[in-house]
């Protein structure tokens, strides 16, 4: 799981090359924070010291995966990506491990 957060990190970065200048500060922008913020709330929750914080950070993680899935199916129906594209196959995978994460370590505590 460790490489895959911070994978979704990249890959996101590099396919908004292609879009139009006009989206520099718009989808492009959002589509950057989405992808740095999930391994960073993975990490943050990581480093913390319970099993709580970590859940809850992983549904921030979550949040933002879910976002990162929503901009990249509005750019691949405006026509900037592929649906084959490596981000948005990277993101569905990212989000797939990291809800199963989630869902997992919250059954713990219960």
Do not use: W
């Not at 460790?2 to 990249?10: C, D, K, T, V």
């Not at 914080?53 to 993680?61: K, Y």
């Not at 990506?81 to 370590?105: F, P």
Request: aromatic share 4%; net charge positive; proline share 5%.
């Amino acid at each position: 799981m460790e490489r895959q957060p911070l994978s979704i990190g990249s890959v996101p970065i590099h396919s908004p090359a292609a879009f139009p200048s006009q989206e520099t500060f718009g989808l492009t922008a959002q589509i950057r924070r989405a992808a740095v913020s999930v391994p960073s709330n993975i990490a943050e929750g990581a480093a913390r010291n319970s099993s709580g914080e970590l859940v809850q950070f992983l549904g921030i993680a979550c949040g933002s995966i879910a976002e990162l899935e929503t901009q990249l199916e509005l750019a691949v129906r405006l026509g900037y990506l592929k649906a084959d594209a490596a981000s948005v196959t990277q993101s569905n995978r990212v989000g797939m491990l990291a809800r199963t994460l989630r869902k997992s370590r919250r059954n713990r505590e219960i």
